[in-house]
C-alpha cells in the first residue's frame, strides 16, 4: 500500500504558465481533498471530492480546477500560475461509511512545493 | 466564517519538559476537533475529539475538549527531541443539513522544538 502519492515533489513555475498536480490514492478512499500551506501557516482548502465525478470548492478554490474521473486519481489543475500560488501543496484522503459523514483520519501525502517566479 | 486559533505559535522546551498547546476556536454546528503532528512534510493523524471533557490519550499525549468554553488542550508530558514539530489543531463543522464531508478548517500551528 502506497497511500496517497504526489507527483512533482517539487516544481519552479513562470507566472502565466500552467500545471497540473497528481494526487493518487490506492487505499480505496472515497474522500479526497487539495490543501495549500503558506509558510508559517496552517492549511487551506482549495477543493474537495466526495466521490468519482462529484468535486466543490474549499475555502480558497481562485485560479484552481479539479476533476475526479476516477476513485484513484484526484489532479488539481493550476491555469494560469502567479506569485500567489507559491505554496505547498498537500493532497488527502478519507473513507465514509455513509453519505455526509466522514471517518476521523485524514491521510496526507508528502506534498508538491510549488514556486511561482 | 469559521475560525482555528493556536497558542502559543512557537515554545521552546528542554527534553523532559511537560508542554500544554492550546486551540481555541469558532465554528458553527460543531462537529470534531482534530490535532495533527507535522514533521517538515505531510501532517500525520493525532486524536480527534467529539464530546467535552473526555480526555483521549496515546502514550506520553494527551488531548481534551471543552465545547462550552470552544478550545482544546493538547498535552506532552516528558517531552523528547522527536516531538520537535508543527502541532496542528483543525475543526470540522456540519453543514445546514448536517453533512460535513470532512472539510478541516485549521490554525496556523504551534511550532515545538525540544532541546537536548
Known amino acids: 500500500n502506497a497511500g496517497v502519492t504526489q507527483t512533482p515533489k517539487f516544481r519552479i513555475l513562470k507566472i502565466g504558465q500552467s500545471m497540473t498536480l497528481q494526487c493518487t490514492q490506492d487505499?480505496?478512499?472515497?474522500?479526497m481533498y487539495w490543501y495549500r500551506q503558506d509558510p508559517g501557516m496552517g492549511l487551506k482548502l482549495i477543493y474537495y471530492s466526495v466521490g468519482a465525478g462529484i468535486t466543490d470548492k474549499g475555502e480558497v478554490p481562485n485560479g484552481y480546477n479539479v476533476s475526479r474521473s476516477t476513485t484513484e486519481d484526484f489532479p488539481l489543475r493550476l491555469e494560469l500560475a502567479a506569485p500567489s500560488q507559491t505554496s505547498v501543496y498537500f493532497c488527502?484522503?478519507?473513507?465514509?461509511?455513509?453519505?455526509?459523514?466522514?471517518?476521523?483520519?485524514?491521510?496526507f501525502g508528502p506534498g508538491t512545493r510549488l514556486t511561482v517566479l | 466564517e469559521d475560525k482555528v486559533v493556536q497558542s502559543p505559535l512557537s515554545l521552546v522546551v528542554h527534553e523532559g519538559d511537560t508542554v500544554t498547546l492550546n486551540c481555541s476556536y469558532e465554528v458553527t454546528n460543531f462537529r470534531s476537533l482534530l490535532w495533527y503532528k507535522q514533521e517538515k512534510k505531510a501532517p500525520t493523524f493525532l486524536f480527534m475529539l467529539t464530546s467535552s471533557g473526555i480526555e483521549k490519550k496515546s502514550g506520553r499525549l494527551s488531548s481534551i475538549l471543552d465545547k462550552k468554553e470552544l478550545f482544546s488542550i493538547l498535552n506532552i508530558t516528558a517531552t523528547q527531541t522527536g516531538d520537535s514539530a508543527v502541532y496542528l489543531c483543525?475543526?470540522?463543522?456540519?453543514?445546514?443539513?448536517?453533512?460535513?464531508?470532512?472539510?478541516?478548517?485549521f490554525g496556523q500551528g504551534t511550532i515545538l522544538t525540544v532541546h537536548p
Open positions: 487505499m480505496n478512499h472515497n474522500y
Open positions: 483543525a475543526v470540522e463543522a456540519k453543514s445546514a443539513g448536517g453533512t460535513s464531508y470532512g472539510k478541516l478548517t
Open positions: 488527502a484522503s478519507s473513507y465514509s461509511l455513509a453519505s455526509g459523514r466522514s471517518t476521523d483520519t485524514q491521510y
